[in-house]
């Protein structure tokens, strides 16, 4: 089973702009919000970009190394 959350404090204006939104598109504002939270939960953040980029990152490149790919891709022709 999930969870509910509460969002206190919502401005007038705002409630209002997003219930006529979901009320156009024949969504409910539950299953918009949902949507919204959902898309955003599967985005990773910024510092689980760098890990990933980290674990990839090739510490040491040596010109020898570099050579050698350039030399392969030119084999490839």
């Given at each position: 089973m999930g969870r509910a959350f509460t969002i206190r404090e919502?401005?007038?204006?705002?409630a209002?702009?997003?219930k006529t939104r979901v009320a156009e598109a024949?969504?409910?504002l539950q299953a918009?919000?949902?949507s919204l939270v959902t898309r955003e939960a599967a985005e990773?953040?910024?510092a689980e970009i760098a890990a990933r980029?980290?674990?990839y990152?090739?510490?040491e490149v040596s010109?020898?190394?570099i050579l050698a790919v350039i030399d392969e891709g030119r084999a490839d022709r």
């Open positions: 919502v401005p007038d204006d705002v209002r702009r997003l024949g969504q409910s918009d919000l949902l990773p953040t910024l980029a980290e674990r990152a090739v510490r010109t020898e190394g």
